[in-house]
């Protein structure tokens, strides 16, 4: 079986999160160039989008994440810019975020949330959402019959209606090849197996 795809962007953004105690990561690949922004670095985008200083990107999606995570049980820790160099990631920055989880439900122990989509050479471009707020198992490849804030998501991540901003993910994320994403194809709840051993559900 063909191994991973090789990583052809030289920054990557990981963003930090926890919920009842496990730290979960997510990680975004990207372009910057040095600025004035409180991080010093601003965003390289995509045709059809401008760049924003990368403290607003990072505020704009851990926003997105807030309706699908409780206060009471979960944090946005950081988000930390990291430099590629001779094959080895260097920290660059760290920012904290003021953005908060702002849900209502519990969390569901082991649970996923799954935007799904393909980059610009058609390679699979997931964004896992992991542990949030009570789920039930499904597919939905329909924007018109999600809720709102699945909505939201998806239009960050895909643009799918069109409204997306420039502080979204899709206006400077790029796959592991180097691609901007292309389309979105479905989100999906389920459960994930290595978190139900490490909760030890299993």
Known sequence: ????????????????????????????????????????????????????????????????????????????????????????????????????????GNYVPAGMMAFSGKDLNYKNFPVYLLEPITLIPKKNNSLATMDADSQAAAIALFNVDGSAIDQDPVAWRFSRGGFYSQRWLSQVTDTNERLRRIRHLK
């Not at 052809?8 to 922004?37: C, E, P």
């Not at 010093?40 to 994440?65: C, Y």
């Not at 944090?75 to 760290?94: C, K, Q, R, Y």
């Open 1 to 104: 079986m063909p191994g991973p795809t090789p990583i052809t962007i030289n920054h990557r953004l990981i963003f930090r999160y926890t919920v009842a105690g496990l730290q979960h990561k997510m990680t975004f690949y990207l372009g910057v160039t040095a600025s004035g922004d409180v991080t010093g670095f601003d965003t390289v985008a995509r045709s059809g989008f401008s760049p924003t200083g990368l403290h607003n990107a990072i505020e704009v999606w851990f926003q997105k994440m807030a309706p699908f995570y409780k206060a009471a049980d979960s944090s946005f820790d950081s988000a930390t810019l990291e430099v590629l160099i001779s094959g080895v990631w260097v920290f660059l920055m760290s920012y904290v975020p003021s953005a908060a989880p702002t849900a209502s």
